[in-house]
């Protein structure tokens, strides 16, 4: 009843608009301690109402075991009884045999019920039973006065880097710059290559068929179709390099048909390209070409694979080629 009482005067203090605030506040700050007592006190009352609910189960044991102490008492006491009635009957029938007395007679007529008797005292309260189903939950109450801003908390950890943006628009263009002063003359710069005095090219072809293949065997490209600024050795089928530069290699292989072969590019003993030709129903070629830093002197030519081919293949002579020439010194 206080706590309903305080709940009304609480409401009546918040819903007024004629009281200032600050009263308002103090007021509530009163009812808020009165609550508390009250609420104090209502706890109190449970603890000790628990505490006597205690004290009733722990007597209700105890009576309950002395009711059993009781009955046990109660039926050792019946069955002492009975023995003794069965005892006194015995003796009662051999008194009526020695005295003569006659067979019993015929059982009466059942008698009147008797008075009821008195009512009983209470009994023991039993245990405490189970707790109840929770009931629904009541509507929110209104809420509290805004309470005062609290501290500012320490700055956060800065969090991971976001995604790059897409690019913006290209802006407008910017207006042209004053023109520079002029700048001093370089210095002079070291004498050109003549191009016209390095120009090396050459382009041949294989002489005659080449039947009867060996391991390593050298493709000797005998028919030079062109050739300028020196360098290729038809005899030998060898191109010399004249000057160091770099260089481009062409080779082309045919081979007749159920034939097969790979030829590879030498430079100095070195592979440096390699070509596969192979020929099942008709003739078939390969090509391959390479670019390659020669130095002056070095040594560059076409010669059989040392065990990827067929010793009975033909090489045809004319679509058989070797051709090399100069980009630049």
Do not use: C
């Not at 008075?115 to 509290?144: N, R, S, W, Y």
């Not at 130095?295 to 065990?307: I, L, P, S, T, Y």
Request: glycine share 14%; charged share 25%.
């Amino acid at each position: 009843m206080a706590a309903g009482a305080l709940m009304i005067s609480f409401l009546s203090l918040v819903l007024s608009d004629a009281t200032p605030i600050d009263t308002q506040l103090q007021n509530l700050q009163h009812q808020v301690k009165s609550l508390n007592n009250v609420l104090n006190d209502v706890i109190k009352e449970f603890v000790d109402l628990r505490q006597k609910h205690e004290d009733l189960e722990n007597k209700f044991h105890d009576v309950s075991a002395e009711l059993k102490h009781v009955r046990k008492e109660q039926d050792r006491m019946g069955r002492r009884m009975n023995r003794n009635l069965g005892g006194l009957s015995e003796e009662r029938s051999a008194f009526s045999q020695r005295s003569g007395t006659g067979n019993p007679g015929l059982k009466g007529e059942k008698g009147d019920t008797g008075l009821a008797g008195p009512k009983g005292e209470a009994g023991i309260a039993g245990p405490k039973g189970d707790t109840g189903i929770a009931g629904p939950k009541g509507d929110a109450g209104l809420a509290g006065p805004k309470g005062d801003a609290g501290i500012a908390g320490p700055k956060g950890d800065a969090g991971l880097a976001g995604l790059k943006g897409d690019a913006g628009t290209p802006g407008p263009q910017g207006t042209s710059g004053s023109k520079g002063q002029k700048g001093h003359a370089g210095l002079k710069g070291e004498p050109g290559v003549n191009v016209v005095q390095h120009q090396i090219a050459f382009h041949a072809e294989l002489g005659d068929d080449m039947v009867q293949i060996l391991d390593d065997q050298h493709i000797n490209m005998q028919d030079d179709i062109f050739t300028i600024g020196g360098g290729y050795d038809r005899n030998t089928g060898v191109f010399v390099s004249p000057v160091d530069g770099v260089y481009l290699f062409s080779v082309t292989v045919l081979v007749n048909r159920h034939g097969h072969v790979e030829v590879e590019l030498k430079r100095n003993g070195d592979t440096i390209l390699d070509l596969y030709a192979e020929a099942v129903d008709e003739n078939e070629s390969g090509s391959n070409m390479v670019l390659v830093h020669l130095h002056a002197n070095d040594k560059v030519w076409v010669q059989v694979h040392d065990r990827y081919y067929d010793p009975s293949s033909m090489i045809d002579n004319h679509f058989t080629t070797f051709t090399g020439f100069l980009l630049y010194a």
